[in-house]
């Protein structure tokens, strides 16, 4: 069965330093990976994804990820963190069965707060 | 930008009482979810939707819950009897054919009170 761990429920950065949200995978199976963002009272909102290909995936808002199969990680950075990033990060796998379903498995959230 | 609509945003009823939450997928997609996510926890998969009927369910979808595509736009989670425990953000989603990979796209959510 597929799941994702994040380590870290609750993460604080300062406005401009790094931002480091780290994720797991468990996959029998070549996983693929997905970071979401949910703003406070907001649906969630892809902010990258990697299936195959370059293991460095760029996304949104000047965020990527490196999928590492060795370490199954999916860790999520951005070099510098901007008050506007404080939201909730979700990293998802989904197995392509080939069947109607492809659902998502999330984790349980990172909540990243970013201090002036 | 298409987008998943998700009605009402916020219902409170009372325990017992029948609930049906209402969502307007992207209009070429054929691939329906429900998603849940209770406060402060991760978000849980309900149900997935193809081709007009159930293709996995989790072990959450019990007897009280049912989904229905009425009439080829809309897509409703109905909800028999409320528990105190349904109270939580319910999403939709949807994935179109061309979105082998899985992406998921998700309204805004519809906030689910039980009292």
């Known amino acids: 069965a597929q799941s994702v761990t994040q380590l870290g429920s609750h993460v604080s950065v300062s406005e401009g330093a790094l931002v480091l949200l780290r994720c797991n995978y468990s996959?029998?199976?070549?996983?693929?990976l997905f970071w979401y963002v949910q703003y406070p009272n907001q649906g969630l909102q892809l902010l990258l994804k990697?299936?195959?290909?370059?293991?460095l995936v760029k996304g949104i808002n000047g965020f990527e990820a490196e999928f590492k199969k060795s370490e199954t990680s999916f860790h999520l950075t951005k070099p510098s963190a901007h008050m506007s990033d404080a939201a909730e990060y979700f990293c998802?796998?989904?197995?392509?069965?080939?069947?109607?379903?492809?659902?998502?498995?999330f984790g349980t959230g990172t909540l990243l707060a970013v201090q002036p | 930008e298409p987008e998943v609509t998700q009605t009402p945003s916020h219902q409170v009823t009372q325990m017992g009482q029948e609930v049906i939450l209402r969502c307007v997928p992207i209009?070429?997609?054929?691939?329906f979810y429900w998603y849940r996510q209770i406060l402060g926890q991760k978000v849980e998969f309900l149900v997935s939707?193809?081709?007009?009927?159930?293709?996995?369910k989790s072990e959450i979808f019990d007897d009280q819950f049912s989904v229905e595509r009425p009439d080829g736009s809309n897509f409703t989670l109905k909800i028999r009897s409320t528990k105190l425990e349904d109270s939580a953000m319910y999403f939709c989603?949807?994935?179109?054919?061309?979105?082998?990979?899985?992406?998921?796209?998700f309204g805004e959510g519809s906030r689910l009170t039980v009292l």
């Open positions: 989603a949807s994935r179109g054919t061309g979105s082998p990979t899985g992406e998921l796209f």
């Open positions: 996959s029998s199976v070549p996983p693929y």
């Open positions: 990697y299936t195959t290909g370059a293991t």
């Open positions: 998802a796998v989904s197995v392509n069965y080939g069947g109607a379903t492809n659902k998502l498995i």
């Open positions: 209009s070429n997609h054929l691939y």
């Open positions: 939707f193809y081709n007009n009927e159930i293709s996995e």
